[in-house]
């Protein structure tokens, strides 16, 4: 049961221009989302989250933005940069006191073409 | 370097067999994560310890258990190997044990296991 999807597997864009990912969600209890970023032979590093209570994080050229009555959250990079080309997965988690099980989706490559 | 250490880097190992994949957290670390990502998977989260003990359990089967000892390193041991076993294996660490916000988690770099 995947409850966090990236429907786009893959997304090329220019140098420059903007890039925007996005992410749906099943439940309703998720309270804390986060995006991760994942080059070749390494492993997921933090890239930006965002608490529901928000509907906009930003930090530097990414902008997380949050549409909780339409379950879905989208990461913005502008301007958008060659070595940002990886692996971007979503990730939500319940607000729960028995650990910090993240449900991750399967992930969306992203190649910035010079 | 995310500080976090798995080992070993990749695993060849035959169906049936049992293997063990370690993993040591950031310095100061008190919780381990253990996610498995498959070719046509997302990452899904397996288990998490917190100072040695059982926090939480997610997709893990019985054939796969975990443990975190006294110096905080963690062991995944796996087995009675299937051909579905096949993955990456991640191993993550945070400072806190449940949900805190301003403690994300930090990943190591995986060790990929083959069954043949």
């Known amino acids: 049961d995947q409850q966090v999807k990236q429907n786009s597997p893959s997304l090329s864009v220019q140098e420059g221009r903007i890039s925007i990912l996005n992410c749906d969600y099943t439940n309703s209890m998720f309270d804390y989302f986060l995006w991760y970023k994942k080059y070749p032979a390494e492993g997921p590093t933090f890239l930006i989250s965002?608490?529901?209570?928000?509907d906009k994080n930003e930090d530097g050229r990414f902008t997380v933005f949050l549409n909780k009555s339409a379950k879905h959250l989208s990461l913005h990079i502008v301007p958008s940069q060659p070595g940002d080309s990886a692996v971007y997965f979503c990730a939500a988690k319940r607000d729960s006191n028995s650990g910090y099980a993240l449900n991750f989706g399967k992930g969306t490559s992203l190649l910035v073409t010079p | 370097d995310s500080g976090v250490t798995q080992t070993p880097k990749h695993l060849i190992t035959a169906t049936g067999q049992r293997v063990t994949l370690r993993c040591s957290p950031r310095s100061g670390d008190l919780s381990v994560y253990w996610y498995q990502q498959s070719l046509d998977q997302g990452l899904q989260f397996l288990i998490q310890y917190y100072n040695g003990e059982e926090r939480a359990k997610g997709n893990i089967l019985e054939r796969f258990s975990a443990q975190q000892f006294p110096d905080l390193h963690s062991e995944l041991n796996l087995s009675s190997l299937e051909l579905g076993d096949s993955a990456l294996y991640f191993c993550?660490?945070?400072?806190?044990?449940?949900?805190?916000?301003?403690?994300?988690?930090?990943f190591g770099n995986g060790t990929r296991l083959t069954v043949t």
């Open positions: 965002i608490s529901s209570i928000k």
């Open positions: 993550a660490s945070s400072a806190a044990g449940t949900g805190n916000i301003n403690s994300p988690l930090h």
